[in-house]
């Protein structure tokens, strides 16, 4: 009989931690986003148990969940979806049937899951791309490149640039009947970072200058700088993404040394040499007056972990921190940014940044927004929200691509 009343305990202490979610008052169907932080933290511990009896490393328990939910590319009257080989890169392309007078615009998607995490084929991408072909009668690439813990920094972004410059060839935009004046490249969360970092490479390509039209970037991370900019402290734990998972996943793209997701998660993990552009970054200096509220600007702390240096201050894996010459090269952006996400800021400064050097951008902040919503638009959990992102951003391409 003793255990039974010691272990009630532990059981409501557990189930108060759980049940105390700081979902927001203007969130819609809070109790739906509620039970999926749940779920989420609850994976997200499962992952932290197994790695501490020596069974799986972090991450690994994810990605066998999301392997459930990959997809076959599957046809139907008004779209023929195959996957392909681009540059041995796999990539599913959905190419809409009818017979068109003209050539099609396209958009190659890049997914999220911080470099190491999802596919273009999970459920949710997959009808996106769909959705995204359908209604503005485009090609649609989506690239599978390989990722962490087998494949680190910068492979995913080297098999994005590979995969696009194929397809870029002449031959293969006629193969497909593809507008080579009307091509977007698009990506969510480190999908948006990818994004950016492809078009950014390719416009500073002598053969692929000017090739992309347009750039959409769906709440992006855009660096890892300083990782207490105010909204990695407003939404540290959540909704759904929670600052130590975030941290903990995409330091697995970028090594296997533990003493990296410490220290970012303290903020002190950047080099001396990267000090010099921490006033890119600066939010006290770029960020709406509105989101600055209480919050005081404190310089990241130098860190010391040597043997990452250079990957630390690559300007492929922080767009952000890019000059204002080099900003300037980007084409046609838009921005998708949601109130409550951690990485809010990154969104809202790169927006900033680019009307500040005369870049042409379409900024929309959803006051209801949290991170990675977009990929709760399948089964079995459907949060409208994730479509009224979808709209959003299929009504900026449908206008301006
Ligand atoms: C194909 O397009 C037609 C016309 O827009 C539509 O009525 C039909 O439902 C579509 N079929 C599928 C499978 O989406
Ligand atoms: C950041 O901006 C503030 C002014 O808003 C300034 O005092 C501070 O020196 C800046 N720091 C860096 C690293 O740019
Ligand atoms: C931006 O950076 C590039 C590459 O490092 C450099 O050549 C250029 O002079 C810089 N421009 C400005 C305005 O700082």
């Excluded at 501490?52 to 392997?67: D, E, K, S, T």
Aim: charged fraction near 20%.
């Amino acid at each position: 009989m003793g255990w039974k009343i010691p272990s009630f305990a532990l059981f409501c202490i557990f189930f108060a931690y759980y049940i105390y979610l700081p979902i927001p008052e203007n969130i819609e169907e809070r109790w739906k986003v509620g039970l999926i932080t749940i779920l989420t933290k609850f994976a997200s511990l499962m992952n932290v148990l197994l790695e501490n009896v020596g069974i799986m490393r972090y991450g690994q328990l994810f990605r066998i969940i999301l392997a459930m939910d990959l997809t076959k590319p599957i046809s139907d009257e008004n779209l023929t979806v195959i996957d392909t080989d681009f540059s041995d890169i796999p990539v599913r392309l959905y190419l809409p049937t009818r017979k068109s007078e003209r050539r099609r615009p396209a958009i190659i998607f890049i997914h999220g899951g911080a470099m190491t995490q999802g596919s273009c084929k999970l459920s949710s991408y997959d009808s996106l791309s769909r959705w995204t072909a359908k209604k503005l009668d485009a090609v649609v690439l989506g690239v599978d490149f390989r990722q962490a813990p087998q494949y680190l920094f910068p492979v995913p972004l080297e098999d994005c640039v590979f995969a696009v410059k194929f397809f870029l060839q002449d031959k293969i935009l006629m193969k497909y009947g593809v507008d080579p004046t009307r091509i977007c490249i698009t990506g969510d969360s480190s999908g948006g970072l990818l994004a950016t970092s492809v078009v950014y490479l390719l416009q500073n390509d002598p053969e692929f200058k000017d090739k992309i039209k347009a750039q959409a970037l769906i709440y992006p991370v855009l660096q890892v700088f300083d990782t207490l900019v105010p909204s990695h402290q407003e939404y540290a734990n959540g909704p759904f993404l929670t600052r130590e998972m975030a941290i903990k996943l995409f330091c697995l793209s970028l090594t296997m040394d533990e003493a990296l997701p410490q220290a970012m998660l303290r903020n002190q993990h950047m080099p001396e040499e990267s000090r010099h552009l921490f006033k890119y970054v600066n939010w006290s200096v770029y960020l709406p007056e509105k989101y600055k509220k209480y919050h005081v600007y404190t310089e990241p702390t130098l860190g010391n972990l040597k043997s990452l240096h250079p990957l630390l201050v690559d300007s492929r894996l922080s767009p952000l921190v890019l000059n204002d010459s080099q900003l300037q090269t980007l084409p046609l952006t838009y921005i998708l940014t949601c109130e409550h996400d951690l990485v809010r800021d990154d969104g809202l400064i790169y927006a900033t940044r680019l009307q500040n050097v005369g870049v042409q951008v379409t900024h929309d902040h959803l006051e209801d927004g949290f991170h990675a919503a977009i990929s709760l638009t399948g089964p079995p959990m459907y949060i409208q929200f994730g479509f009224k992102i979808r709209d959003k951003y299929i009504c900026w391409l449908e206008e301006n691509l």
